[in-house]
């Protein structure tokens, strides 16, 4: 009897440690609209992973222009604080999830990536910036 008992407690402690919530970090898309949102929090960092020219020819506000096609893009990202948001975008979409990607490898704990990505902002009538020439 007292062994049924032990093996029904260790069946027990096993079930429940299978079914406890999963705490991995995973990459949440969002649409214009959300990002629009929740970039009013506080304490966000706002990355644009496109090339300097298409930085250049119109981005979010307060968007940190970090090429992913660059060099230096892994180093880039080391310098972001890996326990705030960050937020993520480009010109449609591919190049951002392949940062995401990077950024859950490199420990980041909230990842943010816009669906459709700057056209998409942009299609939407969201608010942009230029650098002017």
């Known amino acids: 009897m007292r062994k049924l008992l032990i093996f029904f407690s260790i069946l027990i402690i096993l079930f ?5 919530e999963d705490t991995q970090v995973k990459v949440n898309v969002v649409s214009p609209e959300e990002m629009e949102s929740l970039l009013k929090a506080e304490n966000v960092q706002l990355v644009d992973v496109r090339t300097p020219g298409e930085y250049a020819q119109g981005y979010i506000a307060y968007a940190q222009n970090i090429d992913f096609m660059s060099p230096t893009f892994n ?20 190049r ?3 940062c995401a990607k990077k950024m859950l490898d490199a420990g980041f704990k909230k990842i943010y990536d816009l669906n459709g990505g700057f056209s998409k902002w942009k299609h939407k009538g ?3 910036k230029t650098i002017l020439k």
């Open 96 to 98: 951002s999830a392949k």
């Open 126 to 128: 969201l608010k942009v």
């Open 16 to 20: 429940n440690s299978s079914c406890a």
């Open 75 to 94: 180093e880039d990202i080391k310098k972001l604080d890996k326990n705030k948001p960050v937020f993520l975008y480009c010109q449609k979409g591919g």
